[in-house]
């Protein structure tokens, strides 16, 4: 028996326990999966504690502890958690290890709905800790220009600045109009308090896939002004979600669960 959980606070909402649960049925583990909410001070503590159990193998870790984790493991992280100072995994390993999986989890749902990434241009609209995860693993995955927009512009700015690459570049909501993005991804929190990001004149009818990276039982208010603005092809983020913890889950048991079925089963409830 593997066990596992999530940290988190809140964490009563977390689909990560039936998203691990129908991956380890279809692999053949057997796993214990709980939600764990502590109170930001004791989460270290509550890390710690988890993990003096010889059963306990690894854990997800979502907000508010994502940059804490970080810091805990910051001597053992893969580099996208590097990149991102932020863990959303973690494993024991002989020694506590970080990775994050958010970045490979929207790569591949984005992969499952686009043509290709390799040459493509992509608008992220947000600069919080989301768009920071995901910037290399686009990159990597052959993204050619990579376009930060923000509410708050110097935060995009300074996001370009950190990864200093040539690929990446903040832009003004003013300049959206004149440029033609094949993806746009809402990577705000503006969709959970049903608000819309300024979006400015952008063209969403020139894009491949718009993206909210929020997802939930209905569409999301971002999603559906694509819908009516022209977008062919408009996406929430649960795709991602599940990406995020297949990865995790091959992480600690080294097999890769089948995403499909499983995000067919969340949608039909
Ligand atoms: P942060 O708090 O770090 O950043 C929030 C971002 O949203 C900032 O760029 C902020 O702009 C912007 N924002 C918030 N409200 C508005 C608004 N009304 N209009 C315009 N911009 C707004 O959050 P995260 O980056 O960690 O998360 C962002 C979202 O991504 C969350 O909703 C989260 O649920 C989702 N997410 C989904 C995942 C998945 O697996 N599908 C994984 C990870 C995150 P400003 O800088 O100006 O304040």
Redesign the pocket.
């Known amino acids: 028996m593997k066990k596992l959980a999530v940290f988190g606070n809140p964490v009563a909402h977390s689909l990560s326990p039936t998203i691990h649960q129908m991956f380890a049925k279809s692999c053949g583990e057997i796993i214990s999966y709980t939600k764990i909410e502590c109170a930001p001070a004791s989460f270290a503590q509550s890390i710690s504690d988890f993990f003096l159990d010889p059963q306990a193998v690894g854990c997800n870790i979502t ?1 508010p502890f ?1 940059q804490e984790a970080y810091r805990l493991t910051q001597a053992h992280c893969d580099p996208y958690a590097e990149y991102a100072e932020a863990v959303n995994t973690l494993f024991y390993n002989e020694k506590l290890c970080g990775y994050n999986t ?1 970045g490979i ?2 790569v591949s749902d984005l992969i499952a709905q686009v043509s290709s990434l390799q040459g493509s241009s992509v608008l992220l ?9 995901v910037v290399v693993p686009l990159l990597d995955a052959g993204v050619k220009e990579l376009y930060i927009s ?3 512009g110097e ?1 995009a700015q300074r996001l370009v600045e950190q990864f200093s690459r040539n690929e990446v570049q903040a832009i003004l909501t003013d300049e959206l109009t004149s440029k033609k993005f094949d993806v746009v991804v809402n ?7 049903n ?4 979006l400015g004149r952008l063209n969403l009818g020139n894009c491949e896939l718009v993206y909210d ?3 939930g039982s209905q569409p999301t208010v971002f999603m559906d002004y694509a819908s009516t603005n022209g977008a062919p092809r408009v996406s929430d ?2 795709g ?2 599940v990406g ?1 913890a297949a990865e995790a889950f091959y992480v600690w048991t080294g097999k890769r669960p089948d995403t499909a079925e499983v995000q067919v089963a969340l949608r039909t409830g």
């Open positions: 907000m994502k958010d989890g929207l609209i947000g600069a919080g800790g989301a768009a920071r995860g923000n509410r708050t935060k990577c705000t929190s503006a969709s959970l308090h608000q819309l990001p300024d990276m929020v997802y983020g649960l991602m979600l995020q």
